[in-house]
Nanobody
Framework: QVQLVESGGGLVQPGGSLRLSCEVSGSFYSITLMGWYRQAPGKERELVARITSGGSTNYADSVQGRFTISRDNAKNTVYLEMNSLKPEDTAVYYC???????????????WGKGTLVTVSS
């Protein structure tokens, strides 16, 4: 079984910073794409940032210049460094991975359970 486990959420004041981590565990051949999504109360889940196996990244316009996604392939971990946080960044942040498990010959979409980020004074 492949599992994605997020950590690092919490309460932070506006203008502050947080670093989220997502570790992939289990039995798999490869990780093609990793990303972070978020879902605020009453809103749909949206893409925040994603990174390919080669390190190419893309970001939502709302976080460009403030958030940085990175990955440590040796640790099977992806990070989201969030700076200059705003109240509108408050949401549950979900880790997503396109991963080929050893039980299949194709990549499967996996999700973590989410970690809550609250930006408030």
């Amino acid at each position: 079984q492949v599992q994605l486990v997020e950590s690092g959420g919490g309460l932070v004041q506006p203008g502050g910073s947080l670093r989220l981590s997502c570790e992939v565990s289990g039995s798999f051949y490869s990780i093609t794409l990793m990303g972070w999504y978020r879902q605020a109360p009453g809103k749909e889940r949206e893409l925040v940032a994603r990174i390919t196996s080669g390190g190419s990244t893309n970001y939502a316009d709302s976080v460009q210049g403030r958030f940085t996604i990175s990955r440590d392939n040796a640790k099977n971990t992806v990070y989201l460094e969030m700076n200059s946080l705003k109240p509108e960044d408050t949401a549950v942040y979900y880790c997503n991975g396109l991963i080929t498990p050893k039980t299949a010959d194709w990549a499967v979409d996996y999700w973590g359970k989410g970690t809550l980020v609250t930006v408030s004074s």
